[in-house]
């Protein structure tokens, strides 16, 4: 998987909850929505791509979703 792919949807994504009021919310959205719709190799990229370098290119608010998004495994 392309980690520069990955990085456009998971902001694209977080842009479109950026609008909402409560972050904290708009984070836990985010990472419901990648749970629920991305393939499990995609969440396992983008999760390789975090650790090994700090997730370069991803919005806070994506890097925030993808913490809850490892929690959840």
């Not at 998971?10 to 985010?30: L, S, T, Y």
Request: glycine share 8%; net charge positive.
């Amino acid at each position: 998987m392309n980690p520069d792919n990955l990085i456009k949807m998971a902001n694209q994504i977080g842009a479109f909850f950026e609008a909402m009021p409560n972050r904290e919310q708009a984070v836990k959205d985010i990472a419901a929505h990648i749970q629920r719709n991305w393939d499990p190799r995609m969440r396992t990229a983008m999760l390789q791509h975090i650790g090994s370098n700090g997730g370069t290119g991803l919005s806070p608010m994506v890097r925030d979703a993808f913490q809850l998004v490892q929690q959840a495994g």
